[in-house]
């Protein structure tokens, strides 16, 4: 029984950061773009990715490796972790609101528990 709940703890420690990483990955995918907008207008060529990029994507995969067991290949340049990031913030708030639904599930199960054991279906209360 240990075992099943460190894994599942586990599991929703894991998708915790990477909902919070996510959003991270949004702030940088948005100053990306603005980034690579301005260089596009001014210089006419793309600039290069940015170094955040590069530390997100590694960031990720220690998370995925540490509370996921999956091992990723470590992005080869800026543009291959920029695109990752790019599309795994999504993904991310996806995880975040999966857990928050399996919370506020586990909260209304719980209620109903407690209110087995609390209330008295004999002796309802009278209005």
Known sequence: ??????????????????????????????????????????????PSAPASALRLAELERRRLAVFHAAELDPPRD?????????????????GLLVLLTALIGLAYASLLVWAWFVLDPDHPADG
């Open 1 to 46: 029984m240990i075992g099943f709940t460190e894994r599942w703890l586990r599991l929703a420690a894991g998708l915790l950061l990477g909902g919070l990483t996510a959003l991270a990955e949004l702030v940088c995918v948005t100053a990306g773009g603005v980034r690579r907008m301005r260089a596009t207008l001014t210089t006419g060529g793309p």
């Open 78 to 94: 800026g543009q291959a972790a920029s695109a990752y990031v790019a599309a795994r913030w999504p993904l991310g708030l996806f």
